[in-house]
Each structure stands twice: as structure tokens, then as C-alpha cells.
């Protein structure tokens, strides 16, 4: 069993900063890309924040590109975002995502995992 624990979500005012964590929990193999999406109020689809490879290879959409930073301690199994200038249009669930190697009926096969959400509001 694989747990996706995320936290740090919260309630900032507009040019404020929060810092999101993301905990991977279970029996792996190896953890290989990471990524943060959001889900705006209102919006059926989750918005892809951030991505980084194992190797520590980053990615940003431009809408928080200069503002947000994914990072990894893979020795704790955790994936971080360091979210700088918030704005309001910032404000939805945040997800975590992580591509996971492990066994499975005696096979070792890639699983995709989601966390729970941790809800980011920015408002004055």
C-alpha cells in the first residue's frame, strides 16, 4: 500500500508564500517523477504546477513559472513546492503525483499515486 500524505496548504494573503509537502508512504522500489497539480474552484481539470525527474530536472508551466519551485529529498521520499508571489488566481486544491516503481504480484511494474489535495486560498 502507497500513501500520498500532502500539507502546508492554507490560508495567504495576495504576495504571499506557502511551501506544500508532499510525503510518500509504503514498500517502493524507487520513486521516479514527481509533479503538482491544482484544481481551481469550479474547474473539472487539474492544471499541471510543476514536474521534476528523479534526476532533479524541473519544469514549470508559465503561469507560475519564476514563482513557483518544485524540489525533492528522495532520502525522505518527499516532493516540496515553494510558491512565491501568490495570487489570488493561485487560490484551488493542490494535488501531489508520483510515478512509483514496486512489486506487485511478484512483478515489479510503474504505479501513479495522487494525494489527498491540501486546499491553498489566497485572498486579502
Known amino acids: 500500500q502507497v500513501q500520498l500524505v500532502e500539507s502546508g496548504g492554507g490560508l495567504v494573503q495576495p504576495g504571499g508564500s506557502l511551501r506544500l509537502s508532499c510525503v510518500v508512504f509504503?514498500?517502493?522500489?524507487?520513486?521516479?517523477?514527481m509533479a503538482w497539480y491544482r484544481q481551481a474552484p469550479g474547474k473539472q481539470q487539474r492544471e499541471l504546477v510543476a514536474?521534476?525527474?528523479?534526476?532533479?530536472?524541473?519544469n514549470y508551466p508559465d503561469s507560475v513559472e519564476g514563482r513557483f519551485t518544485i524540489s525533492r529529498d528522495n532520502a525522505k521520499n518527499t516532493v516540496y513546492l515553494q510558491m512565491n508571489s501568490l495570487k489570488p488566481e493561485d487560490t484551488a486544491v493542490y494535488y501531489c503525483?508520483?510515478?512509483?516503481?514496486?512489486w506487485g504480484a511478484g512483478l515489479l511494474k510503474g504505479y501513479a499515486y495522487w494525494g489527498q489535495g491540501t486546499q491553498v486560498t489566497v485572498s486579502s
Open positions: 509504503g514498500s517502493i522500489f524507487r520513486l521516479n517523477n
Open positions: 514536474t521534476i525527474t528523479s534526476g532533479g530536472s524541473t
Open positions: 503525483n508520483a510515478d512509483v516503481l514496486r
